[in-house]
Structures are given as structure tokens and as C-alpha cells.
């Protein structure tokens, strides 16, 4: 297969997890939906549980397609468009139904959601203007903590001893902080990067 034809591929191990991504996402919705019809704790604490575990299996799948993507050199256009879609989706699905059931500051899911479209539209900008910006390592942490806090939060209550409400509340702030530092820092590095295009223009 020649590299023109390889880019446009779509039936590779990378995009098949990324699909398995999407599937799981309205199977967590659901066990989130399903907790607004009961009052029975073991149930409430069961589904929010399932769709816990489930948060997770897409969580490695989002780790793994990324890494096979980098190791087998598989770089195709609809990876590309699916991937950052399937994660946005996971998260913000995640948090509306947080937000719905009471279990998260509704402040937080603002500026969490705010900071996925900014983002995006921002690496859409760097990438049509040929920007590289490289992404600092605050915004890995953010990930990291919302990756903990939403988990926590779906279990949402207090499990073989442990406050899962109270941990995701913790997690869940501290990614909300993150995010908004990370998002500064990335503007201004392409800030930085556009002012030292345009010298070199100048220059030429």
C-alpha cells in the first residue's frame, strides 16, 4: 500500500479502538441515566460502579491507540478527526451527566467544556497556519487528574471505605485549575510563535 492510500486507511487496529471508544459512550450514559430512576444506594452505587469500570476501559483505549498509532507509524486521516472526537465526546457526555445528577460544580463542568472548544479551536488555527506548538506538560496533568476525578465521581459515594465523592470533588478542581493555567500557557506560546513567524518574514 503506497503512502497516499495508507493515510486514508481505516480498518486498523488504532481506529478499531478508537470506534470501541465510541460504543462505550452512551453504554456509560446509560448506567448514569439509569441511577436517576432509583432510590434503592446498592443500585445507585452498582451502576455508578459499571459505568466507572467502563470510563476506564475507554480511558486505556484512548492510552493505547495513541501509543500503537506512534509505534507502527500508523497515521491515518480519519484517526486523526476520531480520535480527539471520540475523547471530547467521552468527557463532556461525562460531565453533562455528572452535572445532571448533582454530583459535580457546575462552574467546573464551564470551564472544562469551555477549555475543550478553545483548545480545539486554537490547535485548528496552529494547524492551518503550519504552527508547532508543543503541548506543556501541565496539560498532561490535567488530563491526568480529570482522567481520576470523573471515575470517582460517577461512584460518587463512600465504597470499601473510600470517599469516592470526596476524592473525585478534589481531583476533578484541581484538572479545572490545570486547565485553565495549561490553556494560558498554550496561548501564549502560539502567541509566541506567531510574533517570531512574522520577524522571520520580515526578515526574509
Known amino acids: 500500500m503506497d503512502e497516499n492510500n495508507k493515510i486514508w486507511e481505516i480498518d486498523n487496529l ?64 480519519i484517526g486523526s478527526f476520531l480520535d480527539p472526537i ?3 465526546f467521552l468527557v463532556v457526555s461525562s460531565l453533562i451527566m455528572l452535572l445532571s445528577l448533582g454530583r459535580i460544580y457546575d462552574w467546573v463542568v464551564i470551564i472544562l467544556v469551555v477549555r475543550e472548544l478553545y483548545m ?10 503550519s504552527l508547532q506548538v508543543p503541548v506543556n506538560y501541565l496539560g498532561k496533568w490535567k488530563t491526568a487528574t480529570q482522567m481520576f476525578g470523573i471515575p470517582f465521581l460517577m461512584i460518587g459515594g463512600v465504597w470499601v471505605g473510600i470517599d469516592f465523592n470526596l ?27 506567531v510574533q517570531q513567524k512574522r520577524k522571520l518574514k520580515k526578515a526574509k
Open 14 to 77: 488504532p481506529n478499531r479502538l478508537t470506534l470501541f471508544r465510541v460504543i462505550l459512550i452512551p453504554i456509560i450514559v446509560g448506567f448514569l441515566y439509569l441511577i436517576k430512576f432509583t432510590d434503592i444506594q446498592t443500585e445507585i452505587l452498582k451502576y455508578g460502579i459499571l459505568a466507572s469500570f467502563f470510563f476506564f476501559i475507554a480511558s486505556v483505549t484512548d492510552f493505547f491507540d495513541g501509543y500503537i498509532a506512534r509505534k507502527r507509524n500508523i497515521e491515518t486521516v
Open 86 to 88: 471520540a475523547d471530547k
Open 167 to 193: 476524592l473525585g470533588k478534589v481531583f476533578i478542581v484541581i484538572s479545572a485549575v490545570l486547565s485553565i493555567i495549561s490553556a494560558t500557557i498554550y496561548t501564549l506560546g502560539l502567541l509566541r510563535t
Open 120 to 129: 480545539t479551536s486554537l490547535r485548528l488555527l496552529a494547524s492551518n497556519q
